[in-house]
C-alpha cells in the first residue's frame, strides 16, 4: 500500500472513531509530515483523496476541516415495500423527483427481462431520491406499455413505481431474483448524485412481477450512493 493510502486509511480511522469530530480543523500539511514521517505532498495528495470521498473540505488560505456527513440510513434492499414508504417510515426529510419519462429503442438485456419483444414499446421512468437536500439515489424503472397502456401519458407524473402499480390493479406483487454489484458513477451520474467519481455506486437489479398472473411489471436499476446507506439484506 503506498504512504498515501496508508495515511487516508488512517485519517479515516480518526475520523470515524471521533478522534477527529465534524467541522474540527485537522493538522498542517507540515504537521502530519512531520508526525507520520513522510513527505509534504504525500499528505496533500491525502488530503485532497480525503476531500473528494467527501470526508473532509478545505477554507481557502485557513486550512481542512472534517465534513459534517450524515448519518447512514439503514436501508433494506428486499421487500415488497416501495422506498418511500421506507424512507416515511424512518421518519427523513426525504423526497422523490421523477427527473426522466421515455420511451427507449430496443435493449435485448432490458426486452428479455421484461419478456418483451419488438413492437412490444418500454418507457423508461427514472427517479432521483432526495434526503435533507442531498441527492442519495437513482432509481430507474423500465415498464412495458403492454401491461401500463397509460404509462406514456402517465409516466412524468410517477414517484413511487409501486403506488403506481396499485393504481392500476397491481395490488399483490413480489420482487425476483435481484442482483447486487458495484459500480463507480458515469460522468452523468455524478451530476445528478452530486458525487465524485471516487464513491462507489451500489447497483441494485431487479424484476417485480404480479403475483397473481406472473406478469412481469417493471425490470429496475437502482444505484444508491455507498457513503449514505449502511445495507441490511
Known amino acids: 500500500m503506498s504512504e498515501k493510502m496508508m495515511l487516508v486509511d488512517e485519517l479515516i480511522s480518526k475520523i470515524k472513531e471521533g478522534t477527529f469530530k465534524p467541522n474540527d480543523k485537522l493538522p498542517s500539511e507540515n504537521e502530519l509530515a512531520d508526525h507520520y514521517k513522510v513527505p509534504r505532498i504525500v499528505v496533500r495528495k491525502a488530503y485532497e483523496h480525503l476531500q473528494e470521498l467527501g470526508y473532509i473540505f478545505s477554507r481557502q488560505g485557513r486550512g481542512s476541516y472534517v465534513q459534517n456527513r450524515k448519518p447512514q440510513i ?65 432509481h430507474t424503472s423500465y415498464v412495458p406499455q403492454a401491461v401500463f397502456p397509460h404509462i406514456d401519458q402517465d409516466g412524468p407524473g410517477i414517484t413511487s413505481i409501486f403506488h403506481y402499480y396499485k393504481t392500476q390493479g397491481y395490488t399483490d406483487f413480489t420482487s425476483g431474483k435481484s442482483h447486487l454489484s458495484v459500480v463507480f458513477p458515469n460522468e452523468t451520474e455524478r451530476k445528478i448524485l452530486q458525487c465524485s467519481s471516487l464513491i462507489p455506486l451500489l447497483l441494485l437489479e431487479s424484476c417485480c412481477m404480479d403475483r397473481k398472473t406472473g406478469k412481469v411489471l417493471e425490470y429496475s436499476r437502482i444505484k444508491y450512493r455507498s457513503d449514505c446507506f449502511t445495507y441490511l439484506v
Do not use: Q, W
Open 74 to 138: 439503514p436501508l433494506i434492499l428486499n421487500g415488497d415495500i416501495s422506498f418511500s414508504e421506507k424512507m416515511k417510515e424512518l421518519d427523513y426529510d426525504f423526497r422523490t423527483e421523477n427527473i426522466v419519462s421515455e420511451k427507449i429503442p430496443y435493449k435485448s438485456g432490458i426486452f428479455h427481462e421484461l419478456k418483451a419483444n419488438p413492437p412490444d414499446e418500454v418507457y423508461k421512468i427514472a427517479r432521483l431520491r432526495i434526503m435533507d437536500d442531498c441527492p442519495i439515489a437513482l
